[in-house]
DNA sequence: GTCTATAACTCGATAGAC
DNA sequence: GTCTATCGAGTTATAGAC
């Protein structure tokens, strides 16, 4: 229940927000929408005009976030492996799931073209955006010279939106770790260890990032 | 809508099972269970406790379904790296999602560890059962030395997941396709291409599975 | 802008006739 | 076993007072 200096309209956005991530499209009511937002009836409707006008603000906002955490991952100087790295380990709220891809999951998202739209592109976007991250990194030699950078961009994608159906199913993290862990060890130009041998200075390779202890769990 | 020589209880199985798949146990009611099964309210209340206890007969079956079905592409006794790629490639419906990982984005299946543990229970197994064929892998020298069975098991159902995802968004199997192409290039232990150098007798290294055209989409 | 009132319907479940 | 009737609560809105 929000109580601050938002504005109604602003505290309605905000609790759809909240409450599509919980509990996704179809089992979000207006009622629990004005209760978390402490707004009644009328107000709602003063606003918007249904659920699913109330849901597509709530939805693009939603999107924007993402597109920008995943920007300042991306945004980093390192290597095209760092910085795809940076992405998959960047900080997450993993057992609440991803706040876009769960709507992939909602019926009524899916029927509804301007609902789906905005999941769509930010996914797409996501997917194109990695995948000119991996073309630089095989125009420097980083990757294996016959992987398909859209092919890849995929999988990191879909790394994450099926880690978090795992780590959902268990109750834990871990299994999102482990699956990510799993991804960058077959993208890591070279095994991790103490004993490695210094790569001859022609080769463009570079050390993978360390991976953290992080704090989540 | 069911008229077939199913018993009653059957029927009300069966019309839960597609509901959770289409719409999810939140967005699935009492009364559409009974529609598409068939059957009044007073037969769904003789058979069953109530909603949850159909779902818990509902999602087990499923389970076994999908467990069967992964059973089938890992009996191969073709390498490692086939055997995966068997699981991946396999026919699925791609578009409709994962009858048992879609579940994890239901508020009430995660908040309930009677319906969630069938789930948490198919996925951990499927992991488990990977991680097996990668051992074996690794054994035969298949994949590079310092991955992780269970770490690479994690990311081959974590990109079967989330590749459901990415195809519901853009409402094709296509990004299905290039998220499992990509992990396989990235696992396959040589390059594909006809101007291979055939192996060294001494290296283990085997073909990877060529990709079918294959007939979804 | 926000509120309450009301509408017509569905929700998940119980009761009891047949 | 299956049916209909009924329950109290919740759903998605509209109407109209303030």
Redesign the interface.
């Known amino acids: 229940m929000y109580s601050d200096g938002m504005s109604t309209s602003e505290r309605l956005i905000e609790a759809t927000r909240e409450l599509l991530w919980?509990?996704?499209y179809?089992?979000t009511s207006p009622k629990a929408i004005q209760q978390r937002a402490g707004a009644g009836q009328g107000s709602m409707y003063h606003h918007f005009t249904g659920k699913p006008d109330l849901a597509l603000a709530a939805i693009r906002r939603t999107a924007a976030d993402l597109r920008a955490a995943a920007e300042a991952a991306f945004a980093g100087d390192g290597t095209a492996y760092e910085r795809i790295a940076a992405y998959l380990l960047r900080e997450r709220d993993v057992l609440r799931?991803?706040p876009v891809?769960?709507l992939?999951?909602?019926?009524?998202i899916?029927a509804d073209d301007e609902l789906?739209a905005p999941?769509?592109e930010t996914?797409?976007w996501l997917?194109g955006r990695l995948a000119g991250i991996v073309q630089e990194g095989l125009d420097q030699g980083e990757f294996?010279?016959?992987?398909?950078p859209?092919?890849?961009?995929?999988?990191?994608?879909?790394?994450?939106?099926?880690?978090?159906?795992?780590a959902?199913?268990?109750?834990s993290p871990e299994?999102?770790d482990?699956?990510?862990?799993?991804?960058l060890?077959?993208?890591s130009p070279r095994?991790?260890?103490p004993a490695e041998p210094a790569p001859p200075s022609f080769f463009h390779a570079t050390a993978p990032l360390q991976l953290p202890p992080h704090t989540r769990e």
């Open positions: 919980e509990r996704g179809v089992g799931g991803c891809g769960r992939t999951m909602d019926p009524e899916i789906r999941v769509d996914l797409d997917r294996a010279a016959h992987v398909v859209g092919e890849i961009a995929s999988a990191v994608v879909a790394t994450v939106q099926g880690g978090y159906v795992l959902r199913a268990t109750g299994a999102f482990a699956g990510v862990r799993g991804l060890s077959l993208l095994p991790p260890g």
